[in-house]
C-alpha cells in the first residue's frame, strides 16, 4: 500500500492520462473478452511499414547497430531532415538544428519543456490535439484555449485570436493538417499569425505530422510560406509514424532555432537519451528511400474519407466539415444531445461516446477530450468494410434514441 507519508506532485495530479489511447486500451480490452468491436479511437495507418523500411531496421540489428547514439540522433538521419526540408520546402538547416526524438509527441514534449517558465502562456486552437494542454502545463507553463468554428471550416479568425493575446504570450501551437478535425489553415491566416508572432515575439510551433496527408492541390500551406521571416523563431515537429507507418517505431524530429534544439538535446540527454539505434536506420531509409508511399496512403484514405463524410451527412442532425487532411472525422452529433436510452440521458459527447461503445460496439473519442464538446472524432485509417459496418451501427443506435 502506498504510504501516507508520500504526495503525489501536483503535476501529476493536475493531468488526466491521454483519452485516445485509454479509449484504444478499453476498445482492444473489449475485442480480446470477444466482444465485437469495431475500433475507430486510434490514430494509427492499418497499412503495414514499408518494406524496405522494415528491412533497414533487420539490418541494422544484424550489423551490431544498437548501441547508444548521440542524445540529438545518428548525424546521418538529421541530415537526412535537413534535406527533406530543403528539397521540399526549400528550408535551410544543418544538423545540428535537428534533434531526433522518440516519437512526434516526445518531441513536442522536449520543445514545451525547453522554452517555458511558470506562467507563460501558449496559445492552443480548439478543436485541439488532446496531449497539447496536458504537455504545456507539466512544463509550468498555462495553455490558452482560442476556438475555431466549424462555420468556418476550422479555419484560424485572426481577430478571434487578438482577443487571447496578453502580456504573458510567449508561444502559439499550429497543427495543420489537424488531429482532429482534419482541417488544413489557410494561407491568408497563417499570413496573419505570421504578423502577430513577429510582432510580439513568440515562439511557433508548428505540428507537422500530417503534412503527407492533404487532400489538396500542391504542398500544404505552411506558416513559413506565409512569411519565410519567421523561421528564425519558428520549431518544426514532425517524424514517420503517420507518413510511413511507422507509429511503433517511435521517431519523431524537431528543426528549428539552434538555441532551442541545443536546449531539448539537454532535456533529452537526461531523460531518454537517444531514440532507439535499429528505429533511427529505419526512419533513415523511410526519409531517404523511395517517396511513393505517402502518395499510396492517400489514394487509399480518399474512398473511406468519402464514405464516411457522406454517411454522416445523410444522417438528420449531424453534420461534418469534410476533412482536408489527416484520417480523421470530427462530426458534430450535438443534436441528440438531451435525448434518452432507457433511462440513460446523453448528455455530452462522453455520454454519446460511450453509448456507441457500450450499445453499438464502436469505439471513437468524445470531443470533449479535443476542447469541443459537441463533436466525435472517428478515424478512418482501417478499411472501408469496416467503415461501412461501423456507420450502419451508428445510425442504428442514433435511431434508437428517444
Known amino acids: 500500500m502506498f504510504s ?49 523500411v522494415c528491412e533497414a531496421g ?26 527533406k526540408l530543403k528539397e521540399e520546402q526549400g528550408w535551410d538547416y544543418q544538423p545540428d538544428d535537428v534533434q531526433i526524438s522518440c516519437g512526434g509527441k516526445h518531441g513536442l514534449y522536449n520543445i514545451f519543456q525547453a522554452i517555458l517558465n511558470p506562467g507563460d502562456e501558449v496559445l492552443i486552437f480548439a478543436p485541439y490535439w488532446v496531449s497539447y494542454p496536458p504537455m504545456v502545463q507539466l512544463a509550468g507553463g498555462t495553455p490558452v484555449i482560442v476556438p475555431l468554428r466549424q462555420e468556418r471550416r476550422f479555419d484560424i479568425d485572426p481577430d478571434v485570436v487578438a482577443r487571447y493575446i496578453t502580456d504573458k504570450t510567449k508561444a502559439i501551437v499550429l497543427n495543420s493538417p489537424s ?61 514517420v509514424s503517420k507518413s510511413f507507418a511507422m507509429t511503433g517505431w517511435r521517431i519523431g524530429y524537431s528543426a528549428g532555432p539552434r538555441e ?3 536546449a531539448m538535446n539537454k532535456i533529452q540527454s537526461q531523460s531518454t537519451s537517444n531514440p532507439a539505434a535499429p528505429s533511427q536506420y529505419a526512419a533513415l531509409a523511410a526519409l531517404t528511400g523511395p517517396q ?7 489514394e487509399a484514405f480518399l474512398p473511406r474519407r468519402a464514405y464516411f463524410v457522406d454517411a454522416l451527412e445523410a444522417i438528420a442532425g449531424v453534420s461534418c466539415v469534410a476533412p482536408m487532411g489527416a484520417f480523421y472525422v470530427f ?40 476542447g469541443a ?16 459496418q461501423g456507420m450502419a451501427r451508428i445510425k442504428q443506435a442514433l435511431a434508437a434514441l428517444r
Open 292 to 298: 511513393d508511399f505517402p502518395r499510396q496512403m492517400r
Open 179 to 239: 488531429n482532429p478535425t482534419g482541417a488544413v489553415y489557410s494561407l491568408a491566416a497563417l499570413a496573419e499569425v505570421a504578423r502577430m508572432a513577429l510582432a510580439g515575439g513568440w515562439l511557433v510551433i508548428t505540428d507537422d505530422m500530417y503534412e503527407e496527408l492533404f487532400y489538396g492541390e500542391g504542398r500544404v500551406p505552411h506558416i513559413l510560406h506565409a512569411d519565410p521571416r519567421l523561421q528564425g523563431q519558428t520549431v518544426l515537429s514532425n517524424g
Open 4 to 52: 501516507e507519508r508520500f504526495v503525489l506532485a501536483d503535476r501529476v495530479l493536475n493531468v488526466a492520462p491521454s483519452p485516445t489511447l485509454a479509449v484504444n486500451a478499453k476498445a482492444k480490452a473489449l475485442r480480446a473478452a470477444g466482444a465485437d468491436i469495431l475500433n475507430f479511437s486510434v490514430g494509427e495507418p492499418d497499412l503495414s511499414t514499408p518494406a524496405h
Open 58 to 83: 533487420k539490418r541494422a540489428i544484424e550489423e551490431g547497430r544498437t548501441r547508444y547514439t548521440p542524445a540529438a540522433g545518428i548525424l546521418e538521419l538529421r541530415q537526412a531532415v535537413c534535406t
Open 260 to 262: 532551442v534544439i541545443r
Open 373 to 388: 464538446d459537441d463533436f466525435i472524432r472517428f478515424s478512418f485509417a482501417t478499411s472501408l468494410d469496416t467503415i461501412k
Open 331 to 370: 462530426p458534430n452529433f450535438s443534436a441528440y444531445y438531451g435525448k434518452t436510452f432507457n433511462g440513460r440521458v446523453i448528455d455530452g459527447s462522453v455520454a454519446l461516446a460511450d453509448y456507441f461503445l457500450s450499445e453499438a460496439q464502436v469505439a471513437s473519442v468524445p470531443g470533449a477530450a479535443f
